[in-house]
């Protein structure tokens, strides 16, 4: 096991449970408890946990776990969600993408589509997601509009007061949004209140707003509220996710897509 590897799979371990001791990792990953000791003093040192005696705890109360980290986690119900989210989007349209690991699937996925190689724009994608935007820049058939602002290291995401200029003088066909919890009742939200502001301008230009989110992340409250879940037209999520969960939301008058 390399490395990074080893890191990612020790910082999710690390948020599901909390703590980890160094015997307790090293058994898990089938390593020595002197490589756990090494890769918890690196991982320290980059403000990624906290050591403790014997093990790590995670960094904070609220711990946020950056996206360079979170790409390997639900990698193919990830890929399907953002294939079905590309398909909904017609050529010409201008798109809001939010940052995250789903999101920039989608990306991928509409620069992907053989319909949209070329056009003038085939696409029209607004974004605060930097690594977004970098790689639709080499797609000359796309016209990419960057929000502007402050970037946060964990998400690679821009925000604060420099994006409401540039939001508040377009309009969206459609905003994608990727979300840390999305519930019926608490509607969709994010981990930082900075993030979940830039969202939610977003769905306010949009003339509908599209949910993409595995299945692990319905149910959930997360700190920053994003939007109520009646401004949600469409979620697309996976198909682990609960029959109940998806009663719910179609309950509530959002049309849910499985894949």
Not at 139 to 158: D, W
Request: proline share 3%; aromatic share 4%; net charge neutral.
């Amino acid at each position: 096991m390399s490395r990074d590897a080893r890191w990612k799979a020790l910082l999710e371990l690390l948020v599901e449970r909390g703590r980890l001791d160094v015997e307790e990792a090293a058994a898990e990953l089938g390593v020595s408890a002197a490589t756990i000791r090494r890769d918890f003093d690196r991982l320290a040192e980059q403000q990624m946990l906290i050591r403790t005696r014997g093990g790590a705890v995670v960094h904070g109360v609220s711990y946020e776990l950056p996206l360079r980290y979170k790409t390997a986690r639900r990698a193919s119900e990830k890929q399907r969600i953002a294939q079905a989210v590309a398909s909904l989007v017609a050529p010409g349209e201008a798109v809001g993408l939010t940052g995250g690991t789903t999101t920039t699937e989608v990306a991928r996925a509409l620069a992907m589509r053989k319909d949209l190689a070329s056009g003038s724009p085939a696409l029209t994608v607004v974004t605060n997601a930097l690594n977004i935007a970098n790689e639709l820049a080499v797609r000359p058939q796309f016209k990419i509009v960057v929000t502007g602002g402050v970037a946060r290291p964990q998400s690679y995401e821009l925000v604060g007061p420099l994006a409401d200029g540039v939001l508040g003088q377009i309009t969206l066909d459609v905003a994608v949004l990727g979300v840390v919890a999305f519930d019926v009742t608490h509607g969709a939200a994010a981990d930082d209140e900075a993030e979940a502001a830039i969202n939610r301008l977003l769905c306010e230009r949009a003339g509908r707003v599209v949910v993409a989110a595995d299945s692990g992340k319905l149910g959930r409250r997360a700190f920053a509220r994003i939007c109520a879940a009646r401004s949600v037209d469409t979620l697309v999520t996976d198909t682990a996710a609960a029959p109940d969960a998806v009663r719910g939301f179609e309950d509530a008058g959002i049309r849910v897509v499985t894949v």
